[in-house]
């Protein structure tokens, strides 16, 4: 279980931009209670030198992470970098949750799809155990509660 000592290490897909998207993750995550992670992704840390640096320093990001959670919504954008991350978090053995576009109901990128482990929906408690599940192996094993006012 992620705790303030031993947090779960994050990766956001973020293709080199902190946008919109990016920055509402966080504000669902910081809502969580008792959720604690360390974010590993560094989009405002973009190396000088052309491709090779840039994509040098995504893996340097990615590989301590144990999760990475992609952005759909970032893909019409910046597919290159989304397929690259996604596609060495897999091939470094990393779980991948993908979370949808927010807002749109667009559908999923297939590419996108196909290598991830998880899809979640913009949904704070779905995505926390989302990461839960494929970064920590843990079950939340958590139960909505529904309560009926008599008429």
């Not at 060495?88 to 979370?99: E, G």
Request: contains cysteine.
């Amino acid at each position: 279980m992620s705790s303030e000592r031993d947090p779960l290490r994050l990766y956001v897909t973020h293709a080199w931009s902190a946008d919109d998207e990016y920055l509402r993750v966080f504000e669902f995550l910081e809502s969580a209670r008792n959720f604690y992670y360390r974010n590993l992704s560094r989009p405002d840390q973009r190396p000088a030198g052309g491709r090779e640096p840039e994509l040098d320093a995504l893996r340097r990001q990615i590989d301590s992470a144990e999760v990475v959670l992609c952005l759909a919504g970032q893909y019409t954008q910046a597919a290159f970098w989304l397929d690259f991350e996604v596609t060495y978090a897999k091939a470094i053995r990393k779980p991948v949750v993908l979370l949808t576009c927010f807002g749109t109901g667009s559908a999923l990128p297939p590419t996108l799809a196909a290598q991830a482990d998880e899809t979640v929906e913009w949904n704070e408690r779905a995505m926390v155990d989302a990461l839960r599940r494929q970064g920590r192996h843990e079950q939340t094993n958590r139960w909505e509660t529904i309560e009926f006012t008599p008429d």
